[in-house]
């Protein structure tokens, strides 16, 4: 899916500091949904391993349902069951050890009550260096949204001093899988259909998600 090492008193200052830029009022769209978590959130009795980890918004219901139609579609029941919920990804966390799990899941806590507005302009796609078609996707676009991207980047560089990616900045290329970590011809894009126009969709309640490191 998508290795600074900080001290439970990193913890306590994100907690106890009220002039933390962490705490201060955003220029966000303020929160009128109450988001709910995807089903890997990252949360204190689930931090036992390490796990690759990412800070995510949810999408709003209706959205999120349209992505699930387009997987009952197309794909088999194996290849469904392995999809993260609907959402999109904001800052790709790397793999981390459980006490920096915490502290990156408080970080991403501080910005969950801002709500973005994106647009779908086209269906996209990711291929590996085979040629293979390896992720599908909406690609969204929205000013609010590079916004948060931008601050999330800034305070995280602050705070934790390296990134673990390159799509970050101007290389921030926000998107919605529908099926991720897939081996698809590059035909099978032709398939997928772009949602319903509206003037505006939602994503909100930023958190911590991961997964498990395998051997």
């Given at each position: 899916?998508?290795?600074?090492?900080?001290?439970?008193?990193?913890?306590?200052?994100?907690?106890?500091?009220?002039?933390?830029?962490?705490?201060?009022?955003?220029?966000?769209?303020?929160?009128t949904?109450?988001?709910?978590?995807?089903?890997?959130?990252m949360?204190?009795?689930?931090?036992?391993?390490?796990?690759e980890?990412?800070?995510?918004?949810?999408?709003?219901?209706d959205?999120?349902?349209?992505?699930?139609?387009q997987?009952?579609?197309?794909?088999?029941?194996?290849?469904?069951?392995?999809?993260?919920?609907?959402?999109?990804?904001?800052?790709?966390?790397?793999?981390?050890?459980?006490?920096?799990?915490?502290?990156?899941?408080?970080?991403?806590?501080?910005?969950?009550?801002?709500?973005?507005?994106?647009?779908?302009?086209?269906?996209?796609?990711?291929y590996?260096?085979?040629g293979?078609?390896?992720?599908?996707?909406?690609?969204?676009?929205?000013?609010?949204?590079?916004?948060?991207?931008?601050?999330?980047?800034?305070?995280?560089?602050?705070?934790?001093?390296?990134?673990?990616?390159?799509?970050?900045?101007?290389?921030?290329?926000?998107?919605v899988?529908?099926?991720?970590?897939?081996?698809?011809?590059?035909?099978?894009?032709?398939?997928?259909?772009?949602?319903?126009?509206?003037?505006?969709?939602?994503?909100?309640?930023?958190h911590?998600?991961?997964?498990?490191?395998?051997?």
């Amino acid at each position: 899916m998508f290795a600074a090492c900080v001290s439970f008193a990193m913890e306590s200052e994100i907690d106890d500091d009220k002039s933390n830029p962490l705490t201060a009022t955003r220029s966000y769209h303020a929160m009128t949904t109450a988001w709910k978590p995807l089903r890997n959130e990252m949360t204190p009795g689930v931090l036992d391993d390490t796990h690759e980890c990412a800070i995510v918004l949810a999408v709003q219901p209706d959205f999120a349902a349209y992505v699930d139609e387009q997987r009952q579609l197309f794909g088999s029941v194996e290849l469904i069951a392995r999809q993260l919920d609907p959402h999109i990804t904001v800052m790709y966390c790397g793999y981390q050890e459980p006490k920096d799990l915490r502290v990156r899941s408080q970080f991403a806590a501080q910005f969950n009550a801002i709500e973005v507005e994106f647009h779908v302009t086209q269906v996209g796609a990711f291929y590996n260096r085979s040629g293979l078609l390896t992720n599908i996707h909406y690609c969204i676009e929205s000013e609010s949204l590079r916004s948060l991207h931008q601050t999330i980047l800034e305070e995280y560089l602050a705070l934790f001093g390296r990134t673990h990616t390159p799509y970050v900045g101007a290389q921030y290329t926000p998107h919605v899988s529908i099926f991720d970590r897939v081996a698809m011809p590059k035909t099978a894009i032709s398939l997928f259909a772009r949602p319903p126009e509206r003037v505006a969709w939602r994503a909100g309640g930023a958190h911590l998600v991961g997964e498990r490191k395998t051997a």
